[in-house]
Structures are given as C-alpha cells and as structure tokens.
C-alpha cells in the first residue's frame, strides 16, 4: 500500500473518529452538567487530569517504540520487528505495575485534600480507581498494538476501535445518567465499553501481523531513545493536565468546570486539525529513515503551506464564534458562571500557539530527535508551570492560561529554527512568513468581524454565522496564498487531484 493510500485511509478514519470524539465531547459535559452539576463534573476533570500525568510512567516508550519500528516495517525484517514488539511489551508491563501503585496512591490522598459535599471521601477514593482502570488495561493490552499500528501507517485501524469504545460509553452513560445512577457506579459501569477496544485491536493484530514472534529475544537496546522521549511526555502531559491541577489548588471545583468547558471548544478544534495530521508522523519517519530528501523538501513544504492556512481559518472563526457557543451551551447552568470572554480570548490563543508547532514538533518524533530537544521541551514545561502557578495566584484561571501561552510561545520560536538547522535544512524564513501571513488572515477576518457582529440565540443560528465566517476566512486565505504561496497552492493542488484521481505519490 502506497503512503498516500495509507494517508487516505488514515485521514477518512481520523476524520470519523474526530466527528465522534466531537460529538460525544459535547454531549457528556452537557450530561454531567445537567444530571450532576458543575461540581462533580469538575471533580471527574479533575481527577482525569492527575492520573494524565502518571501516564509519564510510560517514560516516552510509545514514541521510542514506533521510532525503532520505522526501519524494520520498511525493510519487512520480521525478526527486527519482533524483537521490538517484545521488548516494548515488556517495558509496558512493568509501567503498567507502576500507573496502578500511583492510582492506588492518589485514591488514598486526593480526597484528603479535595472536598465536596457530593460524595464522601471513599466514593472520591472508589472513583480514582475506577477511572485509573482504563490507563492501566492501557498498559497491559493496548500499547503494543497501538505501537505497531502507528509505524506502519495504520493509525486507521485505532480509529475504528476507538469509534466503537466511544459510542458504547456515550450510550452507557446516557442512559445511566438518566437513571439517577450515583457517578461512581456509573463510571464503573461505563468503563466496560474500554474491553471492546482492546479486543478489536488484538484480533487485528493477531491476523495481519502473525508473523510477531513474542517469544523473540527483546531488542532493548533499539529503545534507547525512551529517556530522551520522556522529555516530550512531559512536554504533552504538562500542556494538557497543568491547567486542571492547577485549577484544582488554586481556584475551586467549579471553576475546573468552568476550565473545561472552554478546554472542550478548543479539544474539538484540535480533533479537525488533527484529521489532516494522522498518520503523518509515520510517512514522515520513513521517508527520512529511506534519506530521501527531496521528498522531505517538497512534503514538508507542502504540509506546513496547508496546516497554518487551515489554523488561519479555524481559529480566526473560533475567536469571533467561541463566547457565543459556550453562551448557548452552558443556557441553563446556574452554578457557576460560563460567561467570561477573557477566558474566551485566551484559551483561543493558547490553542493556536499551541498548534504553530505541530509541523516542527512533527519531524521531532520522525526523526527521533528527542535527546537534541529535551532541555528545550524542558525548559517549556518549566515556563509553563511557573508562570501558571504565579499568575493563576493572581489572577487564577486567567493567569494559568497566560503561563500556557508563553511556553507555547517560547516553544514555537525554538522549534522554527531548530528543525530547519537539523532536519529539512530549509530556511527557517519560510516558516516566519507563512505564521506571519496567518496572523495576518486572522487579523483580517476579526477586524472585518466588527462590521458584523454575531447574533445567535440557538445552535442553528451559531452554525450559520460560524459557516459564513468560515467561508469568509477561506477566502482571504486563498487571495493570500495565490500572491504569496502561488508554488506550494499549486503543488497541494496537484495532490488532491492526484488523490481523487487515483495515482500514487
């Protein structure tokens, strides 16, 4: 199978998988607002996000694993492949050992220090474990197929797996929810719905990769490259969990409610940019594992052309559309208060410096360049946990997300030069242009906003104005690509036509 018939493959998976993960992420924060309250449904976000974080047990072996896996699918040594497959389901294990210490750990201390008048101490234990479940089975099960999965292009595969555990828990917990069904039995129950994951992702693998021996002397060695991955673990782990723990201490329950509501809008964006990412990582690592740098020049090219024209759209809609959204969303909460375009203004431009990156931050993982960038990655951790915490003192959840947008910003300068210096060997001027020219389309698109101001009293409503203004973003982005970025306008086009047509690249 060529790699841009797995790209297509990857991308109509991702595509659906994102649409579900969408859909379902707006309809179970509305559930557990509505049936539980703002309280409990920062309780599960909270605790959600602290068992992220022992996730780092797994020490970047997920990155390493598919990084060693790169040459041996290409050359098909199925000897080489499973001496990696069986070294990393070692290493899996024994961090699977050590998530399930830690959740035990924080089943007994969180609810020391967390109080609610919802539940008592011990469902606040009893919860933790429950929801600590599905990492673990993680662990024990899932990663060494999803490991194998991802390297050899075939992350369409995890989609599908995943659409089938998502929609079985949204139904679960719908129906359970509308039961009165206690929140602890109900995440018990629902946590079912991860075995199904897991068992299409074994029989897959079983089938189409039988030739795996686990028995086959592990390859330790071929994953060296963890301890420096771990440094881009915590770079991802810190992004997505410092500001719910942060929140946690520093402000109230309800305002980690109030942090992923908002978080849930840019979570949904994320999913459509990621739809044209899937599975790039991969083709990426392969055609640097093959040396082939020209077709390194003209992809990179291409891709980074068309990834900050497509964040020039989606986020320059997400400033004018994200306040009246959540308006609509949040109608008929009273508990806390939604209404804060601060908030708004913020989480968007955390979201896009967050995503400036993606294309260099991309080529670190395809070319395993984790030991070369983790002071960097550290030093954006650091930024982002200190400032958070001095700001969110301040200025609580406005602050924390202030401390998130200068290591992304810190990040994204870093990752513009280092990777045209070490890996594509392009001028990094390029890449200044193209964010410069995105700003530009954003900037555009809002002042031209004032002139018409949205007026949406219901979901339908909302959707119009944000479709108008999405064709609108979509237009100046064309006008500017067609002065400025005529040759990689043309080149992507060719791809497309080249995909419908059916030829291979």
């Known amino acids: 199978m060529t790699r841009t018939k797995k790209f297509i ?51 970047g072996l997920s990155s390493a694993a598919i990084y060693a896996l790169y040459k041996p699918l290409a050359d098909n040594d199925h000897k080489a492949i499973s001496a990696v ?15 399930v210490s830690l959740t035990a750990a924080l089943a007994i201390i969180y609810p ?44 369409y595969i995890i989609s599908v ?35 199904l994951r897991t068992a299409i992702l074994a029989i897959y693998v079983r089938i189409k990769y039988s030739y795996v021996n686990y028995k086959e002397p592990p390859n330790n060695k071929a994953l060296d490259k963890r301890w420096d991955a771990l440094f881009l673990q915590v770079l991802g782990t810190v992004q997505n969990a410092t500001p719910v723990v942060l929140t946690t201490f520093l402000t109230t329950l309800k305002t980690v409610s109030v942090y992923t509501i908002f978080n849930m809008v840019l979570s949904g964006l994320n999913g459509l940019l990621s739809i044209f990412t899937s599975g790039l990582n991969a083709s990426f690592g392969e055609v640097l594992a093959k040396k082939q740098t020209e077709v390194l020049h003209k992809a990179y090219r291409d891709f980074e052309f068309t990834y900050y024209y497509m964040i020039a759209v989606i986020y320059s809609v997400a400033f004018l559309c994200i306040m009246s959204f959540v308006g609509i969303y949040t109608k008929n909460v009273r508990d ?70 200068l290591s992304n910003l810190y990040r994204d300068i870093d990752l513009i030069f280092f990777i045209p210096k070490y890996v594509t060997k392009l001028s990094p001027v390029e890449t200044v242009g193209r964010v410069v020219r995105m700003f530009a389309v954003i900037g555009i698109v809002i002042v031209s906003a004032k002139f018409f101001p949205i007026q949406a009293e219901n979901y339908f409503q909302w959707a119009v104005y944000a479709f108008v203004a999405m064709l609108y973003a979509m237009s100046v982005s064309i006008i500017l690509a067609l002065i400025f970025d005529r040759r990689e306008f043309n080149s992507v086009l060719f791809r497309i036509k080249g995909m419908v047509g059916g030829k291979k690249k």
């Open 112 to 155: 020391m220090f967390i109080k609610t008048e919802m539940l008592t101490a011990i469902e606040v234990g009893i919860l933790v474990l429950i929801l600590g479940v599905s990492g673990a089975l993680d662990f024990f099960t899932l990663s060494k197929y999803r490991a194998l999965l991802t390297a050899d292009q075939k992350t």
């Open 161 to 195: 797996a995943s659409i089938a555990y998502i929609v079985l828990n949204l139904i679960i917990t719908v129906v359970l929810a509308k039961l009165s069904v206690n929140i602890v039995v109900l995440k018990g129950v629902a946590l079912c719905s991860v075995f």
């Open 336 to 405: 806390a208060n939604y209404n804060v375009p601060l908030y708004g203004i913020l989480f968007v431009m955390n979201g896009l410096f967050y995503n400036i990156k993606t294309p260099q931050g991309m080529l670190v993982g395809s070319a395993g360049l984790y030991k070369e960038t983790r002071w960097q990655t550290m030093a954006q951790a650091i930024i982002g946990i200190v400032f958070g915490t001095v700001l969110g003192i301040w200025f609580g959840l406005a602050g924390i997300m202030i401390g998130l947008i």
């Open 9 to 59: 493959y990857n991308t109509i998976a991702t595509a659906l998988l994102q649409i579900v993960n969408m859909a379902v992420g707006f309809i179970l924060p509305k559930i557990m607002l509505v049936y539980y309250g703002s309280e409990i449904n920062g309780l599960v976000s909270s605790i959600t996000q602290f068992i992220t974080y022992f996730s780092l047990v797994e020490a």
């Open 85 to 99: 497959v069986t070294a990393a389901k070692r290493f899996y294990t024994l961090s699977g050992y050590i998530f």
